[in-house]
């Protein structure tokens, strides 16, 4: 089993900056082995993917409307993906979601995960 837990969630003003943090534990996990990823989902809104990044950490990929406010990283070490915010907007407002998926010595960077962390709430408004 793989358990995702999320932290860094609030509120902040428009402008302003926010880092999320996931941290992942469990039997199963290997941190070189497993990609993972940030999504969110918004009051009424689908599910969408923000930013994803290869299991050794070499790729990386980002959804248009954050590319160049929002940087993923990946600390193997500690079993850590974080996802840094800049610029936020009152439309990144949304529960974030951490992602991982076992992708074993290949490393590439995907959008299909299959555990879930239970999210922690960003709100952008002034």
């Known amino acids: 089993q793989v358990q995702l837990a999320e932290s860094g969630g609030g509120l902040v003003q428009p402008g302003d900056s926010l880092s999320l943090s996931c941290v992942a534990s469990?039997?199963?996990?290997?941190?070189?082995?497993?990609?993972m990823g940030w999504f969110r989902q918004a009051p009424g809104k689908e599910r969408e993917i923000v930013a994803a990044?290869?299991?050794?950490?070499?790729?990386?990929s980002y959804s248009d409307s954050v590319r160049g406010r929002f940087w993923i990283s990946k600390d193997n070490a500690k079993n850590t993906v974080s996802l840094q915010m800049n610029n936020l907007r009152p439309e990144d407002t949304a529960v974030y979601y951490c992602?991982?998926?076992?992708?074993?010595?290949?490393?590439?960077?995907?959008?299909?995960?299959?555990?879930w962390g239970k999210g922690t709430q960003v709100t952008v408004s002034s």
């Open positions: 992602a991982a998926v076992f992708t074993g010595t290949a490393d590439y960077v995907t959008e299909s995960f299959d555990h």
């Open positions: 469990g039997r199963t996990f290997m941190p070189s082995a497993f990609a």
């Open positions: 990044i290869s299991a050794i950490g070499n790729g990386v």
